[in-house]
């Protein structure tokens, strides 16, 4: 379940950044009872921009596929090879 915060409690910084490393998801604070601000730890925001970056691959992909941009398996793996392991 999402931990959500009044920005109020922003000043005790040692217990949000202990909130944010324990959840290991996001934190969202709010304002006036509307949601203002999500915080998280360096961790949690790395693994989400990792995770965002590899659907963004993978809709790439995808998106070759539908388009009919496939290579031949065996020509692809040659030139790996060339370009890689006997440069």
Request: hydrophobic fraction near 35%; glycine fraction near 6%; include cysteine.
């Amino acid at each position: 379940m999402p931990q959500i915060i009044p920005i109020k409690d922003l000043r005790n910084t040692n217990e949000i950044s202990r909130i944010c490393h324990e959840k290991d998801e996001p934190v969202f604070v709010t304002k006036n009872g509307y949601g203002d601000m999500v915080l998280m730890s360096m961790e949690t925001y790395e693994k989400s921009m990792a995770r965002a970056d590899l659907l963004n691959k993978i809709a790439e992909g995808e998106e070759d596929i539908r388009k009919g941009n496939l290579l031949e398996a065996g020509s692809a793996l040659k030139s790996l090879r060339e370009e890689f392991f006997e440069a």
